[in-house]
């Protein structure tokens, strides 16, 4: 059983890619007003700014967007997309501007607000993409820049469960990007129904959990 103190060693002593896929299985949980939201993190990509031509850092760019690409492991990046808000947790030492982006979750704790928070998605469709995990689990703009060991938003590595079989795939949604669109920088639990663009037919009984 890991413990907050592992995970800030492994945010600080891993490589991106190594903690992308470390997290797959983390418990993730938000304090809100309402009560509290929690879910297991299923599907993750890393993004390796300054090289990675898909990554906001990209060519160490400086905007006050990124601002929080800059700091310490464990920095909640947050920007929105199509209107939607998309979690991301810097994953190197201050100064390298690299991190996950937060795909999907399965929800484990507080379903029924999540479901609220969603305007009555139900299944899937709750959390299975990384604006509808931000809306399920009532994460707002005011956590930027904080700390995913600090904040209201954080890490329980006591409850982090095991995925019998970790996927590497290429990323979502990175066109014309040269080697960077295939790269298979994306993690997810096979088999586990929640997901991103998870067919049907590839779902396991188990959700791919041991």
């Known amino acids: 059983m890991d413990t907050i103190k592992e995970v800030q060693e492994i945010l600080n002593t891993k490589t991106t890619p190594e903690v992308a896929e470390y997290l797959i299985g983390m418990y993730v949980e938000n304090i809100t007003p309402k009560g509290i939201t929690a879910g297991y993190i299923v599907d993750c990509e890393a993004y390796l700014g300054p090289e990675d031509e898909a990554a906001h850092s990209y060519g ?37 501007p690299q991190g996950v982006m937060i795909r999907a979750i399965e929800p484990a704790a507080g379903v029924e607000l999540m479901k609220e928070n969603r305007g009555g998605k139900n299944g899937p469709q709750l959390s299975n993409g990384p604006g509808k995990l931000v809306a399920a689990l009532g994460i707002t703009k005011d956590l930027y820049g904080q700390s995913i060991f600090s904040s209201s938003l954080r890490l329980v590595p006591e409850k982090k469960r095991a995925a019998k079989e970790i996927l590497h795939l290429p990323r979502i949604g990175i066109p014309n990007k040269g080697q960077w669109t295939q790269m298979p920088l994306r993690y997810a639990v096979a088999g586990n129904p929640y997901i991103s663009q998870q067919k049907k037919n590839q779902i396991t009984e188990d959700w791919g959990w041991r």
């Open 60 to 96: 160490m760019r400086k905007t006050p967007r990124v601002r929080a690409m800059y700091e310490k492991a464990g920095t909640i990046y947050l920007y929105t997309m199509h209107t939607h808000l998309i979690l991301n947790i810097i994953t190197q030492k201050s100064g390298l």
